[in-house]
């Protein structure tokens, strides 16, 4: 593909459920984000991945949210017993290391926890 | 620590008149500086980086060490100028991207 994929596009859970959110990222790409964007705020940041270095999880806002990405690959962002204040979009980014700061962007996972 | 900072949650203009939104940053090294837009059910994507000293959809953005600021000007707004900008700082090292909390721009027509 010629972009960043991100699924599913829409979710709707239930409060206590869990959700995993997946990321495909452009091929080749070394760093990959999570952030997150509530209705009217601007973004937060979750999760850095960069090659096989470990993670910056310091965004991660509680131990409910993890974050697991294959190689420079897929990353599966998930959340366990889902709670109505995480109703956001979660958007993945990637990019590459010698290019680092432009990031790639999808289109971003919209989750409402009813 | 905050790196960047938007003051300005949401900045109201009127078309034709000038825009400067407002980014500063905290950064001991030396940084590298972007602006994001994110227009109304568009993906968010790179307007301009301070490297490249460029003009893009007639915006403009200096670094200003001296105030650790990178402001970005466009001298004449127009209605499709109307989206959420990001500012952006690049950490070395770890080659971490940080994002400013953004601004809404709104252009009246």
């Known amino acids: 593909g010629a972009g960043v994929s991100q699924s599913p596009s829409n979710k709707v859970t239930e409060k206590g459920k869990d959700v995993e959110l997946r990321c495909d990222p452009i091929?080749?790409?070394?760093?990959l984000y999570w952030y997150r964007q509530r209705l009217g705020q601007g973004l937060e940041f979750l999760i850095y991945f960069q090659g096989n270095s470990a993670p910056d999880k310091s965004g991660l806002p509680s131990d409910r949210f993890s974050a697991e990405r294959t190689g420079e690959s897929v990353s599966t962002l998930t959340i366990q017993r889902t709670q109505q204040e995480d109703s956001a979009v979660y958007l993945c980014?990637?990019?590459?290391?010698?290019?680092?700061?432009?990031?790639?962007f999808g289109e971003g996972s919209r989750l409402t926890v009813l | 620590a905050q790196r960047v900072t938007q003051p300005e949650k949401l900045l109201s203009v009127f078309k034709g008149a000038p825009v400067e939104l407002k980014c500063n940053y905290s950064y001991s090294g030396s940084p590298e500086l972007f602006w994001y837009v994110q227009y109304s059910r568009q993906r968010l994507q790179l307007l301009l980086r301070h490297i490249s000293r460029e003009s893009i959809k007639g915006f403009t953005a200096d670094l200003n060490k001296g105030e650790t600021s990178f402001h970005l000007k466009k001298p004449f707004a127009q209605e499709e100028d109307s989206a959420m900008y990001y500012c952006a700082l690049v950490e070395g090292g770890y080659q971490k991207v940080t994002f400013g909390t953004g601004t809404k721009l709104q252009v009246i027509p």
């Open positions: 980014a990637s990019s590459l290391l010698l290019l680092s700061g432009e990031l790639f």
């Open positions: 091929s080749g790409h070394t760093a």
